[in-house]
């Protein structure tokens, strides 16, 4: 017995029996000639995927996309159209149409539009048992006691209820402008679709498009395969998290903003309509009312991406949020490398209130890090920050090497593996335990970084 039901919405009965036919066996299938009729058969019958004609007796099947949509959010419609006309397209998949066949409607092609909207239910669905566990965490990474934090948290909390408003986060780098995104996405909304972050400085310009668009088969020499999806369908019914956007090329940005304003994209090389259901949220660390003045961004696009603006403050301007965060950061890498810091000595807030962060949250986070990572005992001590007394002084670090703190990854793993490497003697053994890595994979990197061992 087929698991999956498709309604089909039609008034021509040549249509309806030859779509039974193609469909039965496979799904389960019920047909309505009205829309009052595909109503009755909406609530009997729960469909995962409704074929809609956009011609109908007593209504406009346009019209019906709406009111379907509010009986269930879920159920993914396809138009069925006579003439393929750009405007009625672009309205269907705009009111929340998942795609659109052309009559007389190939057999084929109808299999492989159902399959892939069933594909796509069953993928968010995963995402929604995913995700769970990530609400909490996204809501916990916005720790702080300041008036500042406490005001983005609020108007975090009310862009989830509004997802169609574009939003533009702004701050230095480290102060957790890709946090903040994610905790709107994952926190105070409810959102079926992925969070897909784009980091904007890694899309050459040649690439930009196809990235972004996604590109049908033979779209260019070297398209593989039968094209790909880009990263706006990925987004589809979540969110597309535009990171650095002011490093795009003018060019890039010209572009963007068509899709933007149109909210509809083809793919490279294609020539079918594809809808932006996504929220947009973009992010930068440059001011970009100054690079608008100075021709090297968009006026027009900045616009159309700073509905909402939201400023991250450096850490140093919340001095109140620096121990909330350090407890959090605490707690965090206990569990993670199996530690027990509780306690910061009020020398240790001192001095953690007193330091610049140059790196902002980024930093304090790597520091507690390495601290938990290479250090025992129960409390925090100004002996472990001495390194940063140093840099706020100008003067050189201390004889017990410190991994700088706003690295890169790479970097970073490479300095703390050198000092796990010295603190155990070069024993592989040991600082692989230390480290919380499997031996293998440690003197893979050891010999990568050019260590020394034993």
Known sequence: MPETTVLVVDDDKSILTALRMTLEGEYEVAIAETGADAFSLLYAHKPEVVLLDVGLPDA??????????????????????????AQTIVKALKLGAYDYLVKPIDAQALKVTLRNALETRGLKDTIRRIQKPK????????????????????????????????????????????????????????LPGPFVPVNCTAITHDLFESELFGYDRGAFTGAKGDGRVGRFE????????????????????????????????????????????????????????????????RRDLYFRLNVVNIHIPPLRERVEDIIPLTEYFMDLFNKKYGKKF???????????????????????????????????????????????????EGAAPPELPSCPVTLDYEETIKHLIQEALRRTGGNVLEAARMLNMQAHKLRYRIKKYGLKAI
């Open 60 to 85: 406009n099947g346009i019209n019906l996309i709406e009111r379907i949509k509010n009986i269930d959010p879920n159920v993914f419609i396809i138009m069925v159209t006579a003439v393929e006309e």
């Open 135 to 190: 609400i909490e965490q996204y809501r916990l990474d916005l720790i702080g006691n300041s008036p500042q934090m406490e005001a983005m948290v609020e108007t975090a909390r009310k862009l989830g209820r509004n997802v169609d408003t574009p939003v533009l986060i702004t701050g230095e780098t480290g102060t957790g402008k890709g946090v903040l995104a994610r905790a709107i996405h994952f926190s105070f909304s409810e």
């Open 234 to 297: 990925e987004a589809a019914g979540g969110t597309l998290f535009l990171d650095e956007i002011g490093s795009l090329a003018l060019s890039t940005q010209s572009k963007l903003l068509g899709v933007l304003e149109d909210r509809v994209f083809h793919r490279v090389g294609g020539n079918k309509l594809h809808t932006v259901s996504a929220r947009i949220i973009a992010a930068t660390n440059t001011d970009l009312e100054k690079a608008v003045e100075e021709g090297q961004f």
């Open 342 to 392: 509780t306690k910061i000595l009020p020398d240790t807030r001192k001095a953690l209130e007193e330091y610049a962060w140059p790196g902002n949250v980024r930093e304090l986070r790597n520091l507690l890090e390495r601290i938990i990572l290479l250090e025992n005992g129960t409390t925090l001590l100004p002996r472990h920050l001495t390194f940063l007394q140093a840099a706020q």
